[in-house]
């Protein structure tokens, strides 16, 4: 049982371009929803991460849409670089914060030069 | 990097074995939560500790235990290896109780079973 669906799998974006991520989630008590990055060989990071009282949040250029009433989220990379090649991970919690997360299956995000 | 440190980086057991993963959390951080994320999959959380007691626990079976110790750092045990317990475990600390904004990943450990 999936609770956070995550899309696409792959992306290909130039330099330059947005890179848009979509989760989607169906327990509506989830509370917080950070999205982390991940490169090869390391753990998570935390990229930004939104409560479900503000619909967006943006931090440099990195931005999350949330919908409640469609139970959506997404991560919007604008002037992608290619130091932003990663793996990109969505999750939610119904903690209030980070505990307990629940991941989204990931995007694996590639910037081509 | 995040200061969270484990250890061993890599691991190769057989089915049916014991194995003993360690972590050492940031300074100052009291609790710490263990995941277990296979190839190509995300993060699945198995417990979470705070302050020595365990916290919450995921869809793991009780062959999978965990201790923290006073200075906040913290085992993963896993009994009986089963071919899928094969993946990368990590450990996440954090500080201030559970309901903290920032939590930080260590570096994971590769669990491979054969």
């Known amino acids: 049982q999936q609770q956070v669906k995550q899309s696409p799998q792959s992306l290909i974006v130039q330099k330059g371009g947005i890179s848009i991520i979509n989760c989607a989630y169906e327990n509506t008590a989830f509370d917080y929803f950070p999205w982390y990055q991940q490169f090869p060989g390391k753990g998570p990071a935390l990229l930004i991460a939104i409560r479900p009282d503000v619909s967006e949040k943006k931090e440099g250029r990195f931005t999350i849409s949330f919908n409640k009433s469609a139970k959506q989220f997404s991560l919007h990379i604008m002037d992608s670089q290619p130091g932003d090649s990663a793996t990109y991970f969505c999750?939610?919690?119904?903690?209030?914060?980070?505990?307990?997360?629940?991941f989204g299956k990931g995007t694996k995000l590639t910037v081509n030069p | 990097e995040t200061g969270v440190t484990q250890s061993p980086t890599h691991l190769i057991k057989t089915r049916g074995q014991q194995v003993t993963l360690r972590c050492s959390s940031q300074?100052?951080?009291?609790?710490v939560s263990w995941y277990q994320q296979a190839l190509g999959q995300g993060p699945q959380f198995i417990f979470q500790?705070?302050?020595?007691?365990?916290?919450g626990r995921g869809n793991f079976p009780p062959r999978f235990s965990g201790l923290q110790f006073p200075n906040y750092s913290s085992e993963l045990n896993v009994n009986a290896l089963e071919l899928d317990d094969s993946a990368l475990y990590l450990c996440?600390?954090?500080?201030?109780?559970?309901?903290?904004?920032?939590?930080?990943f260590g570096p994971g450990t590769r669990l491979t079973v054969l």
């Open positions: 300074s100052g951080h009291n609790t």
């Open positions: 996440a600390s954090s500080f201030g109780g559970p309901r903290t904004d920032t939590q930080y």
């Open positions: 500790y705070y302050r020595e007691e365990e916290n």
């Open positions: 999750a939610a919690s119904t903690q209030g914060g980070s505990e307990k997360l629940v």
